[in-house]
């Protein structure tokens, strides 16, 4: 992935948040962007339906796009 880096090619982890992305990849693989799953934007729109003591979904994704920023890598959403 670094030799691919070096060529000038972007990676992105796509859909992260939910299945295989990890944290740990953050630190593994050189990449360039994350990209927020549609199921944590979608849940935006209902965010005033969440049950009590249910976390706010806007406050993953502010945490997603502060960690993405804080490392240098850019963010982007779904939906």
Same mark, same amino acid.
């Given at each position: 992935?670094?030799?691919?880096? *070096?060529?000038?090619?972007?990676?992105? &982890?796509?859909?992260? *948040?939910? *299945?295989?992305?990890?944290?740990?990849?953050?630190?593994?693989?050189?990449?360039? #962007?994350?990209?927020?799953?549609?199921?944590?934007?979608?849940?935006?729109?209902? #965010?005033?339906?969440?049950?009590?003591? /249910? &976390?706010?979904?806007?406050?993953? &994704?502010?945490?997603?796009?502060?960690?993405?920023?804080?490392?240098? &890598?850019?963010? #982007? /959403?779904? *939906?």
């Amino acid at each position: 992935m670094s030799q691919l880096r *070096g060529r000038n090619i972007e990676l992105c &982890i796509d859909d992260f *948040g939910t *299945g295989y992305s990890s944290l740990n990849y953050l630190h593994r693989f050189p990449m360039n #962007a994350l990209k927020i799953d549609s199921s944590f934007v979608n849940r935006i729109a209902v #965010a005033n339906l969440v049950s009590e003591g /249910a &976390i706010d979904p806007t406050e993953i &994704i502010r945490s997603i796009v502060t960690l993405s920023h804080n490392l240098g &890598i850019d963010v #982007a /959403a779904e *939906g």
